[in-house]
Nanobody, 124 residues
Framework: QVQLVESGGGLVQAGASLRLSCTAS????????MGWFRQAPGKEREFLAT????????VYARSVVGRFTISRDNAKNTVYPQMNNLAPEDTAVYYC?????????????????WGQGTQVTVSS
């Protein structure tokens, strides 16, 4: 098992950058494929990207391509998604999740463990 805690959300202005954190306990992030999702009010949870345990980054949401990167610090057992050039439509609760296995990691049901989410609000 692994417990995930996100942090780093907040209120920022459009055009700003933000680095979130997802810290794991109970197990090491290096043993999981780590995914990031977001959910805006009234919308379904949206897949953003997966950082494979191999180190490869797979980004799927067109809205974040070129603006979203993920890095890992295995010593701190933490994954850091970096979001640049934020826009009001990026306002959402951001979640990290851990998958033990899977070829297609876009569906949320591929992930076993979830954090509680961190709110990101972008003002225009």
């Amino acid at each position: 098992q692994v417990q995930l805690v996100e942090s780093g959300g907040g209120l920022v202005q459009a055009g700003a950058s933000l680095r979130l954190s997802c810290t794991a306990s109970g197990n090491t992030v290096s043993g999981f494929d780590m995914g990031w999702f977001r959910q805006a009010p009234g919308k379904e949870r949206e897949f953003l990207a997966t950082a494979r345990r191999s180190g490869a980054l797979e980004v799927y949401a067109r809205s974040v391509v070129g603006r979203f990167t993920i890095s890992r610090d295995n010593a701190k057992n933490t994954v850091y998604p970096q979001m640049n050039n934020l826009a009001p439509e990026d306002t959402a609760v951001y979640y990290c999740a851990a998958a033990e296995t899977g070829l297609d990691l876009r569906p949320a049901n591929q992930y076993t463990y979830w954090g509680q989410g961190t709110q990101v609000t972008v003002s225009s």
